[in-house]
């Protein structure tokens, strides 16, 4: 699929089919997409839990609930479902490991080169830690990256999707134990196929013109 044409087809399901299930083939294009996705000086400050059982999928839906209640068949009906967490610190310890990780990816070619991207990316890091104080929004904003172009990768691979933002952040994260790891939920995607009744499969897109959000110089 054209990758504009997949941009304009893509929208928020509303209403899963319970009965259709993603590929497994599927599904491993899913988990490489997120693990490549771009993040500000490749922090890649983020987790993900992957239900694709109904008992998975019922313990992710506890978060939605009460006033969350109308996400509750989105995550139940989905043939999976992805929680995006994003890390509730960063430190030179994280740091350091990033840099293993990449020299056995083979990033530096030279010292030079890893003392500079140690150098850099210890600058933004810092800066936001301690500074701008607002490591925990930044490293947010990285997941939402993540999300991006999860839903667009996904719409290529003509698998339906909806970014969840309502849901009770705190029940998941214990039901996971997340905050004891280091991390937070930040939002849930329910993946699969739409139903038949999902009225919002046939809503025609809206959006700005390219008059009001361009400005070209």
């Known amino acids: 699929m054209d990758i504009v044409q997949a941009a304009k087809s893509r929208y928020s399901t509303k209403v899963f089919d319970p009965t259709r299930k993603l590929s497994q083939e599927k599904i491993d294009a899913v988990k490489e997409l997120i693990r490549f996705s771009p993040s500000s000086v490749n922090s890649q400050p983020w987790h993900f839990i992957l239900a694709s059982t109904e008992e998975g999928k019922q313990r992710i839906a506890k978060a939605a609930q009460e006033n969350y209640a109308f996400n509750a068949a989105k995550i139940l009906n989905a043939s999976h479902v992805l929680v995006f967490c ?3 610190g960063i430190d030179n310890d994280y740091i350091e490991a990033l840099m293993v990780q990449e020299e056995k990816d083979g990033r530096f070619p030279t010292e030079e080169a890893k003392a500079a991207v140690r150098g850099g990316r210890s600058y933004f890091v810092n800066m936001h830690r301690f500074d701008l104080k607002d490591a925990n929004h930044w490293m ?8 991006g172009t999860l839903l667009l990768g996904a719409s290529t691979l003509e698998i ?4 969840i933002e309502g849901f009770d952040p705190k029940v998941l994260d214990e039901e996971f ?3 004891e790891k280091g991390y937070t939920s930040v939002v849930i995607v329910p993946l699969g196929y739409h139903a038949e009744d999902d009225f919002n499969a046939k809503t025609p897109k809206s959006r700005w013109d390219a008059e009001t959000v361009f400005t070209e110089i």
Request: proline residues 6%.
């Open 140 to 147: 947010e904003k990285q997941v939402y990256l993540n999300v």
């Open 86 to 88: 994003a890390k509730t």
């Open 177 to 179: 134990g997340l905050r």
């Open 160 to 163: 339906d999707a909806v970014p």
